[in-house]
């Protein structure tokens, strides 16, 4: 029994190890050294989208050089007009026959040149040329940088209306760009008259009474239409005629009526044209 004592003592002790033992550990990492010496990375830029860029300030650019040249033109042709040439000279004479061309095209010149019943001439055309200087409206008025540019009288002897076309110059401008108001009255007595004068047998007359009536400026280079005709009660000395100014498009700027007689005792030249 006690050698099987001995025995089983023996293989226990066998069965131990010779020397202690640790339990064991993990095996350490290896290290980098390129992560102790390296930069460290940038950050990564956000991806926020780009703003759009206003076109405000362009289309105010635009928009305010466009109203300063169109501020520009305005005071270069109206308020500073360049100078227009003298009536007689070379460049008048050739102003005259580009207009007589233009209103050659007017819708009314066409139509009542045509038309049997109108007798058409030119104004002052049978005033004598040494009287022409004299006169208000062929002298100080004359030539295209006034009403000599063109005017040509139409007149329907069966009814005794006249209709006037007229070019209104530039340089009788009362306010810039507009007529002057006594421009307008000289035209309007005179056309107002030719008309009165055509139904006196004498062929002549004055004026006695002139009343106007300003609804629309009269704008200056431009083609106008004057219209007179009689009213009824007309007499051997006195008469009334009214009129009225239009565009070529028939809007009226003025309206007239005057009231024309024949002196008692004054004998007066006849007129005509």
Same mark, same amino acid.
């Given at each position: 029994?006690?050698?099987?004592?001995?025995?089983?003592?023996?293989?226990?002790?066998?069965?131990?190890?010779?020397? =202690?033992?640790?339990?064991?550990?993990?095996?350490?990492?290896?290290?980098?050294?390129?992560?102790?010496?390296?930069?460290?990375?940038? =950050?990564?830029?956000?991806?926020? =989208?780009?703003?759009?860029?206003?076109?405000?300030?362009?289309?105010?650019?635009?928009?305010?050089?466009?109203?300063?040249?169109?501020?520009?033109?305005?005071?270069?042709?109206?308020? @500073?007009?360049?100078?227009?040439?003298?009536?007689?000279?070379?460049?008048?004479?050739?102003?005259?026959?580009? &207009?007589?061309?233009?209103?050659?095209?007017?819708?009314?010149?066409?139509?009542?040149?045509?038309?049997?019943?109108?007798?058409?001439?030119?104004?002052?055309?049978?005033?004598?040329?040494?009287? &022409?200087?004299?006169?208000?409206?062929?002298?100080?008025?004359?030539?295209?940088? @006034?009403?000599?540019?063109?005017?040509?009288?139409?007149?329907?002897?069966?009814?005794?209306?006249?209709?006037?076309?007229?070019?209104?110059?530039? *340089?009788?401008?009362?306010?810039?760009?507009?007529?002057?108001?006594?421009?307008?009255?000289?035209?309007?007595?005179?056309?107002?008259?030719?008309? @009165?004068?055509?139904?006196?047998? *004498?062929?002549?007359?004055?004026?006695?009474?002139?009343?106007?009536?300003? &609804?629309?400026?009269?704008?200056?280079?431009?083609?106008?239409?004057?219209?007179?005709?009689?009213?009824?009660?007309?007499?051997?000395?006195?008469?009334?005629?009214?009129?009225?100014?239009?565009?070529?498009?028939?809007?009226?700027?003025?309206? @007239?009526?005057? &009231?024309?007689?024949? =002196?008692?005792?004054?004998?007066?030249?006849?007129?005509?044209?």
């Amino acid at each position: 029994m006690e050698g099987d004592d001995v025995r089983r003592k023996w293989l226990e002790r066998s069965r131990k190890p010779l020397w =202690p033992t640790s339990p064991p550990t993990e095996s350490p990492r290896p290290t980098d050294l390129r992560s102790q010496f390296s930069s460290p990375a940038p =950050p990564q830029p956000s991806l926020q =989208p780009t703003p759009k860029r206003s076109l405000r300030p362009y289309i105010y650019a635009v928009i305010f050089f466009t109203i300063g040249l169109t501020a520009g033109q305005y005071v270069r042709l109206v308020l @500073a007009p360049p100078p227009l040439p003298p009536a007689g000279s070379k460049e008048d004479t050739l102003m005259i026959e580009h &207009l007589q061309k233009q209103a050659e095209k007017l819708p009314i010149v066409q139509s009542l040149s045509t038309d049997p019943k109108w007798t058409s001439y030119e104004a002052y055309s049978s005033v004598p040329d040494t009287e &022409l200087s004299r006169r208000l409206t062929t002298g100080p008025l004359g030539g295209a940088r @006034a009403i000599g540019g063109f005017q040509r009288i139409f007149w329907n002897k069966e009814s005794g209306e006249i209709v006037t076309v007229i070019w209104f110059g530039g *340089a009788i401008a009362g306010w810039p760009g507009v007529t002057h108001g006594g421009v307008t009255a000289t035209i309007m007595d005179e056309i107002l008259g030719r008309c @009165a004068i055509k139904q006196f047998p *004498a062929q002549t007359g004055v004026t006695a009474n002139l009343e106007l009536n300003y &609804l629309k400026p009269v704008v200056t280079n431009s083609f106008y239409v004057v219209r007179a005709i009689p009213e009824k009660g007309f007499t051997e000395r006195k008469g009334w005629v009214s009129g009225r100014l239009e565009t070529v498009d028939g809007r009226v700027c003025v309206e @007239a009526k005057g &009231l024309f007689v024949v =002196p008692k005792g004054i004998k007066l030249r006849r007129l005509e044209g």
